[in-house]
Nanobody, 123 residues
Framework: QVRLVESGGGVAQPGGSLRLSCAAS????????MGWFRQTPGKEREFVAA????????DYADSLEGRFAISRDNAKSMVYLQMNRLKPEDTAVYYC????????????????WGQGTQVTVSS
């Protein structure tokens, strides 16, 4: 079992930055692949980024163009998503997720989810 709680969402201007945090609890966190997804009304949940449980191997959605960075601190049971050069199209609810499986961009592969945090990019 893994419990996830996101924080750090809010309103940012285009070109600005936000850092999302995900606090995890549960013994399985240390060996779980962690991911960030986002969702807007009427659309399917979209893969953003993932990080492996060891060696910090990362994967990103191609559409991000290098603007986001995922990281994790296993000692603190935390996962982060640094979002830079934000665009209005980044507006969404962002979810932290965990899976015992290897890397996946498919939301259905993830067993555990946080409640989500709203990110709004607007001038």
């Amino acid at each position: 079992q893994v419990r996830l709680v996101e924080s750090g969402g809010g309103v940012a201007q285009p070109g600005g930055s936000l850092r999302l945090s995900c606090a995890a609890s549960g013994r399985s966190f240390g060996t779980a692949t962690m991911g960030w997804f986002r969702q807007t009304p009427g659309k399917e949940r979209e893969f953003v980024a993932a990080v492996s449980w060891n060696r910090g191997i990362t994967d990103y959605a191609d559409s991000l163009e290098g603007r986001f960075a995922i990281s994790r601190d296993n000692a603190k049971s935390m996962v982060y998503l640094q979002m830079n050069r934000l665009k209005p199209e980044d507006t969404a609810v962002y979810y932290c997720a965990a899976t015992p499986q290897a890397f996946s961009r498919n939301w259905s592969s993830y067993n555990y989810w946080g409640q989500g945090t709203q990110v709004t990019v607007s001038s």
